[in-house]
């Protein structure tokens, strides 16, 4: 069943390193879902070659059944997907409103003109609405370069959002938060994103957060899916408890951890 | 060089500044001595060239090689009118800037893809790439260059008295019209994609735009901008030589950039006036200081006020 | 035949000259990411100082062969003294600024360092011809070449040498390798990075005042002759990649031999035969021939 994203025999090397080994799956439509893996595993290497940061060395990519293998950054954010990343991606020199506004001028640019104003957007309005949806409301005249990280990834996230896509990747939106604040970040991004259907994909090192949020996990090691099903399944597979989450079975019958 | 917020009060002061000189310019202009005039128009013409650097500064870019476009606009509509006989004065500068618009078309498809050092060197490498051939082209004059003679603009003679007063109404027009435009510009969303580009390029890919398609405008908005610079000083100073390619002259327009700081479309005017004031100062009392003193002066601008000198006096109005 | 060897020998020695030029340039570059435009002020720095001491040893008559070490020492004197005073004095405050704003910084620099040569020596020309007219002539095939041109060649082999000895056989060597590829990351581990750009900025400063002091007996040093010098230097340092002394190298052949070939064949081209060939490097390698690679941004 084709998702609204395909990825066939998704494969990245540079040099003698495989970031990507064959990377085969399928995304479904409105899922939540979540990608875990040590450092190094290919996470953002994943996010990388979907968005086009990245060529792949072989394989394919289908997004909403369109080959979108070849594709750059901005033609790929065109159609529909779009992501934050580990470090926050912002302009630091302007405020998080005309961060924002520089993001929705692009997106109705890129509509042209006259649509923008037909569908009756008023980009001062949707500036302020993002801004409301993810409590950035106190944050709107400061500058981005002064705002603490946890609002910064807030932003990073927002911004995201503001092209509406219908895919989202989120590269470890809780990293450089503090283990109090990360539910409460969630709590906030989640319900925000779904409101637009939005099919989202987050990279997590934090397992309760996968636990708690997620519909699916994927999980990845030296670039390759090693699984791949729901939450529980996949955190109690040994090889994943292995390789990603860093411990010995712990079942009865072996060492205690 | 922070750039200031997009929603700065006084980039909408600027233009009302520029509106306001240019009515004061044409109320007291009658009355200026000759050397005044002749001073207003070049440095009004220099501003030009400034304000083009303006817009390539907000999106991060500074371009060591302007004079490029100011050798180009002043040698084609020069050209044009002492070998082509064209009359206008509006027609030549008209020219001046296409030809200075197309050069920058196409070299921007090269250009478009640098930033910072090589952005500026390859500007640069590019203009004196103009210079060597203007030199060598005798047709031109090589290095004496040659004289134009000031034209006539719709019927009206340029040249009454011998004053030129009228060639710097024309660029006091020509200021007026770019300064207001070049304001519209930047509020416009072409306009505040620059800083954000300067900022952020990465971020403005996956936002959907294409910077490069971005930058190019502005190589070839700022090369208009220098190309009708280069034409107005060809009318003012009624001579044009291939020093004007030469990468010290497009160091001057970038120290009048520095100076004025990219907060407001009128600061440029400002700081060419200012630089040109310096130049007949230096010129008549201490001539081998006026390049120490512009030298210091821009080392004073970047190490304390990095916003430019127009900061000071926004800084007052503010609080 | 002998237009051909005339080019050969033309280039060799003008990409000699462009590499004593290049290499204080890109080193300061590599080392320190600051793109030296005052590096031609320097180059005029050292020619004044060497015309100076060799005109003042020569006038009172002395042994004339004594000119040569004074060239090397005018260019010493004017690295130690200059290369501390505008490192320590100015650059240090602009240390993390963007790249481009250090360059505005040198170009301010070189504003103040050309009006500072005219005021010390005034606008005058001055002629040190000893050195250059002492070694005489050498006959090549048909050609008639100055041996000072040879003492050119040797000087920036030479030179070439010592850099690629000091930088890969030194223990310098190898602390500047670790702040060109990591200022932060040297610094984490010990190295005084303070002390390698200070360091560095002499060196670059007095090989730039060296090419100076080689090139003043050949020419009369007058104002602005480190004007020209500063674009070429340029053109030759991007084209071999900024900070890469090996490109230097290259550069200055490819460049010598372009404007030499352009000089003998198509003299019309030859003021800007350097920068078609620096516009036709970086179209096709946009860094430079030799370039750093870059790590992962995101």
Known sequence: MAGILQTRGLTRTFGAVTAAADITLDLAEHSVVGLIGGNGAGKTTFINLV?????????????EGREITSLSPRQVTRLGVCRSFQIPQLFDSLTAWENLLVGLGIVAHGKGPFRSALEGERPEQAADDLLARFRLGDWRDAAASVMPEGVRKLLDIAMAMVVRPRL?????PTSGVSSEEKFALMDLVLPAIQAERTTVLFVEHDMEIVRRYTQR??????????????PGAVLDDPGVRKYVVGLEDPRPGGAPC | MRATSLQGRWLGGGGLALVLAFLALLALGPLLPKWAVFLMTVSLAKGLVALGLLLLMRAGLVSFGQGLYYALGAYAGGVAAERYGVGDAAAMLGLGVLAAAAVAAVLGLLLARYRSIFFAMLSLAFSMILYGLLVKTSALGSTDGFNVAPRTVAGFALDVGGGRYRVMVLAAVAVLLCGLGMNALLRSHLGRLAPAIRDNELRVEYMGASVRSAVHLYLVAAAGLAGLGGALTALAVGHIDPEMAYWTTSGEFVFVTILSGTGSVAAPFLGALALELLRSFAYEHAPNTWQMVVGTAMLAVILFLPSGLWSVFARRRAG | MGDLLAVLIDGVIYSSWLFIMAAGLTIVYGVMRILNMAHGSLYALGAYTAASLVGAWTAGGRNPWASYPLLLAAALLVGLVMG???????????????????????????????????LAWGVESYFVSEPYVLLGTVEVGPLTYPVYSAALVAAALATGGGLWWGIYRTRYGRLLIAVIHDREMAGAMG?????IFLATFTLGTGLAALGGALTAPSVSVVPGMGVEVIVIAFAVVVIGGLGSMPGAALGSLIVGMVRSAAVHFLPEVELFSIYLVMALVLAFRPKGLFSAAEARKI
């Not at chain 1, 968005?51 to 997004?63: E, V």
């Not at chain 1, 989202?168 to 470890?172: G, V």
């Not at chain 3, 190295?191 to 002390?195: K, M, Q, S």
């Open chain 1, 51 to 63: 968005t086009g940061y990245l060529k792949p060395t072989a394989g394919s990519i289908r997004f």
């Open chain 1, 168 to 172: 989202l990747l989120l590269d470890e």
């Open chain 1, 217 to 230: 996990v994927l999980a990845f090691s030296d670039g390759r899916v090693i699984a791949d099903g729901a």
């Open chain 3, 84 to 118: 501390p005073l505008i490192e320590r004095g100015l650059l240090r405050f602009t240390y993390g600024r963007d790249e481009i704003v250090l360059v505005l910084v040198t170009y301010a620099l070189f504003l103040v360092l050309e009006d500072a040569v005219k």
């Open chain 3, 191 to 195: 190295v005084d990075v303070r002390a």
